[in-house]
């Protein structure tokens, strides 16, 4: 993985976070929502995975946000 992927990655797992947070939920709350292990949001969210569309989705769903607004104005 190159640079800008981590870079991508890491602008992806803030913007989960921001969401999250908004919504005041804990990262094991999200992950129930999801059906996700709150380890697994954890790493999501510092930009340590590379997550599939399929649980990118699922998390926008709990996060009441479309997949399009979760991933608007990253690069």
Known sequence: ???S???FLRHLGDRI??????????????GEKCGLH???IGSV????R???LLNLRQM???????LADLLADLK
């Not at 976070?17 to 999200?30: K, N």
Request: proline share 0%; charged share 40%.
């Open 17 to 30: 976070r921001e969401l999250r947070q908004a919504r005041d939920l804990t990262q094991e709350e999200l």
């Open 45 to 48: 969210e510092r930009g340590e």
């Open 5 to 7: 992927d981590q870079a």
């Open 60 to 66: 926008a769903k709990s996060l009441r946000t479309s």
């Open 50 to 52: 590379n997550v599939s």
């Open 38 to 40: 709150r380890t697994f």
């Open 1 to 3: 993985m190159n640079l």
